[in-house]
Structure formats: C-alpha cells, structure tokens
C-alpha cells in the first residue's frame, strides 16, 4: 500500500480509501449492504492496508457510521485508522437539522460521534451543498470543532470553487483553520473540476480526494443507455441523472478495450485514470464485493500507456455547469 499525505496536512491517507455509502440498512437503498455482507468488505480492506474510510451522517440515516466504527473499532486500534465523515444534507424535518449553521454543526458532529464511537473524526466535511449558506459563521464552527478537539482537519465535498476560495481566505484572514481537502465527484465521465475546483486545490495545498472515480459503477463494464447488469445500475436514481449520454457510453467503451487487452478489469483502468490526475492525493472508491477491494488495490500499480490516456480523455464531452443553462 503507497500512503500520502492529505493535501499540506502531515495526516497520511492510504491514496485508494474505502466509501461507506453502500454500508448501512437496506430499507434506506435497496443495493445497500448490512452488516454481515459489509464486514468482510472492510476487512480486506484494513488487510490490504487501506487505511482512509469515509462515511456521512445522511447514509442509511446514520447506519453507515454505526456499521463502519463497529467494523473498523473491532479490528484495529483507532489511532491506526483515518475516519473521515460529512454533514449538510437534511437529518430531520426541521428547517435546522441541515446545512452549515453554527447550531447544527455543533449538534451533527456529536451524534457522527456517538455513531462512530469514537472521541474524534479526523475528517469531518461539508456535504450536499447550499448557496444560501453564511460562510463566516460556516468556517468559525468548522474552526470550533478543531480548537475543541472533536475533528482533526475540515474538507469540502463538492463546493463551488468561488465560494471555496472565498472560505479560504476568510480563514486566512481571521485565523481560523482552513479547509483542507476537497472530495470531488470527479471520473472518465464528470471532468468539470477540471476547470476551476481542481486548479484552485492544486495552487492552496488542498488534497484532493475524489469520490466515485468509477461513476457510480457506469465505468464497470456492461453499461448500455438503459441500465446496467446491477441492481443499483438499474435503481439509482444518481447515476441516471448523472451519466448515461452517447459520450458516456463510449468512454466506458474504451475503458472496456483497453480493460481487456491488459487482461484486467475496467474498473481497474478507470481508478488508475483518476490516480494519475495532478493533485490528487487518494481517491473514494465503493465496494459491494469483497473482490472490489482488490481491483482498488491493484489499480494503483497499473500504468496506463500516453496512447491509452489520449484515447480515454479525447472521447470527453464537456457538460454545462449548474445554472449556466
């Protein structure tokens, strides 16, 4: 396993970290896994080395944290484990169980810690995000939570590059802790970041931790414009608003050939993709077979040819960015 450390931070992450979003209770997602199916995911995962886990409040309502800190907390010593979780996303009716208030973020990381069963996160990041959101008082709790000694370090999850860098300098201005990392929805498929997000995290030290380097599993193989051979493929509602154009499918065509002349599997070519992008320090991948694990690992020593790479990029079409059409 090749450990990095996270963005300017001195926290080594292993550079391919296990999702724990299809951990949790199936009454949440129908593809979801619980506990006696996602034990052993994690397991191999800590026997490969993997060391960086990430989790959100919002996953099965909470049951991820729960599954993850159980699993991880029975096999390892905490101090051996990078745990990073999220917020935002709605955990109650009330208009206040949400966002980035002071009073919300100050109530979510304590119930995160209470699931996870641990003193500390040593993550702990924006999640879905809101235009609306104050950004003073969002980075003075994120600071607060640092200076109480509740989480280590405070990221983004796919944040407008202006209103990151924005953030960045009221920290810088008013002395508090800054973010330090970025998770970016970021594959073959979705290269917006490209643009901005990316450039900026590259020149301010920010890692980058991208999630769903495979798409959602469209990067797999078997893909065709009207589903795929997963129960998730079939049922996610994400992947079908996401992915799924002609130029999609013909980029996880490439994958494929290219897959299948190196005798390995697409998603191996498409994870090896993302670790060669400049920036980035590990990438999230999702796991729902124990041999995903594996394929991760691996992906990690395949070097994929300058002939390879023009051949997966070229075939990219841009998308329009939210709220320019």
Same mark, same amino acid.
């Given at each position: 396993?090749?450990?990095?450390?996270?963005?300017?931070?001195?926290? %080594?992450?292993? $550079?391919?970290?296990?999702?724990?979003? /299809? +951990?949790?209770?199936?009454? #949440? !997602?129908? #593809?979801?896994?619980?506990? @006696?199916? /996602?034990? @052993?995911?994690?397991?191999?995962?800590? &026997?490969?080395?993997?060391?960086?886990?990430?989790?959100?409040d919002y996953y099965s309502g909470g049951e991820s944290e729960v599954l993850l800190g159980r699993c991880l907390l029975a096999r390892v010593a905490r101090e051996q484990v990078v745990i990073a979780? %999220?917020?935002?996303?709605?955990?109650?009716?009330?208009?206040?169980?949400?966002?980035?208030?002071?009073?919300?973020?100050?109530?979510?990381?304590? =119930?995160?810690?209470?699931?996870?069963?641990?003193?500390?996160?040593?993550?702990?990041?924006?999640?879905?995000?809101?235009?609306?959101?104050?950004?003073?008082?969002?980075? &003075?709790?994120?600071?607060?939570?640092?200076?109480?000694?509740?989480?280590?370090? /405070?990221?983004?999850?796919?944040?407008?590059?202006?209103?990151?860098?924005?953030?960045? *300098?009221? =920290?810088?201005?008013?002395?508090?802790? @800054? +973010?330090v990392s970025a998770q970016n929805h970021y594959n073959l498929i979705h290269r917006e970041d490209e643009r901005e997000l990316m450039p900026l995290c590259r020149s301010e030290g920010l890692g980058?931790?991208?999630?769903?380097?495979? *798409?959602?599993? +469209?990067?797999?193989?078997?893909?065709?414009? %009207?589903?795929?051979?997963?129960?998730?493929?079939?049922? &996610?509602?994400?992947?079908?608003? #996401?992915?799924?154009? !002609?130029?999609?499918?013909?980029?996880?065509?490439?994958?494929? $050939?290219?897959?299948?002349?190196?005798?390995?599997?697409? =998603?191996?070519?498409?994870?090896?993709?993302?670790?060669?992008?400049?920036?980035?320090?590990?990438?999230?991948?999702?796991?729902? !077979?124990?041999?995903?694990? &594996?394929?991760?690992?691996?992906?990690?020593?395949?070097?994929?040819?300058?002939?390879?790479?023009?051949?997966?990029?070229? *075939?990219?079409?841009?998308? /329009?960015?939210?709220?320019?059409?």
């Amino acid at each position: 396993m090749e450990y990095v450390r996270l963005g300017n931070t001195n926290l %080594k992450i292993s $550079r391919v970290g296990l999702g724990a979003m /299809a +951990f949790g209770s199936r009454s #949440w !997602r129908d #593809w979801i896994l619980e506990e @006696p199916e /996602a034990r @052993p995911i994690i397991d191999r995962a800590l &026997d490969l080395g993997i060391n960086f886990f990430d989790s959100s409040d919002y996953y099965s309502g909470g049951e991820s944290e729960v599954l993850l800190g159980r699993c991880l907390l029975a096999r390892v010593a905490r101090e051996q484990v990078v745990i990073a979780t %999220k917020a935002g996303n709605p955990m109650g009716p009330a208009v206040t169980e949400r966002g980035y208030s002071r009073k919300h973020l100050l109530h979510a990381v304590d =119930a995160s810690l209470a699931r996870l069963g641990t003193d500390y996160i040593d993550l702990y990041q924006t999640h879905i995000w809101d235009l609306e959101t104050g950004l003073e008082e969002m980075v &003075d709790a994120f600071d607060h939570l640092v200076r109480a000694g509740k989480i280590l370090h /405070a990221g983004i999850t796919t944040m407008p590059a202006w209103q990151l860098g924005k953030c960045l *300098a009221i =920290a810088r201005a008013a002395g508090r802790h @800054p +973010f330090v990392s970025a998770q970016n929805h970021y594959n073959l498929i979705h290269r917006e970041d490209e643009r901005e997000l990316m450039p900026l995290c590259r020149s301010e030290g920010l890692g980058l931790i991208p999630y769903s380097p495979l *798409a959602r599993g +469209f990067l797999c193989g078997g893909r065709t414009a %009207k589903g795929g051979p997963t129960l998730r493929a079939r049922t &996610d509602e994400f992947t079908h608003m #996401w992915h799924g154009r !002609r130029s999609d499918l013909k980029v996880a065509a490439r994958v494929e $050939r290219i897959a299948a002349r190196r005798g390995v599997p697409p =998603a191996q070519v498409a994870l090896a993709w993302v670790l060669t992008r400049p920036g980035i320090s590990g990438a999230l991948f999702g796991a729902t !077979r124990v041999e995903h694990v &594996d394929d991760a690992v691996e992906a990690m020593s395949l070097t994929l040819s300058a002939a390879e790479l023009r051949s997966l990029e070229s *075939a990219y079409e841009p998308k /329009a960015l939210p709220g320019t059409v």
